[in-house]
């Protein structure tokens, strides 16, 4: 898939946010990142150029990187309560970058 195609999907994305955030039900922008647009692409040329049993790694690889978003949504619900917006967003950033960096670490190291 072109280069171009990836970036007009992920400003599409981005849009529909934009425009969930400003409805009633502005929540819902929330589930939208959540959308597997990446994934399938990944997903895709994972198994198109290393077959189907690095798929199959990679989609317990992304099971397993639910819990540094989760992670992220912990955090920065506390963080909003004790800080400025852009800092409570950056201190989350940082809990799902370390996270992220652990479970790299882990599986890296036990897979």
Known sequence: ??????????????????????TKNYYIAGLIPLFPTFALIAHYIVASERGIEALRTTIVFGMWAIIPYFIYLLSLWYFTAAMRLP???????????????????????FH
């Open 87 to 109: 800092l409570a967003l950056g201190a989350a950033v940082l809990c799902w970058s370390l996270s992220a960096w652990l479970l790299i670490f882990c599986w890296s190291r």
């Open 1 to 22: 898939m072109g280069l171009v195609v990836k970036a007009a999907i992920g400003a599409l994305v981005v849009l529909l946010i934009g425009v969930l955030a400003k």
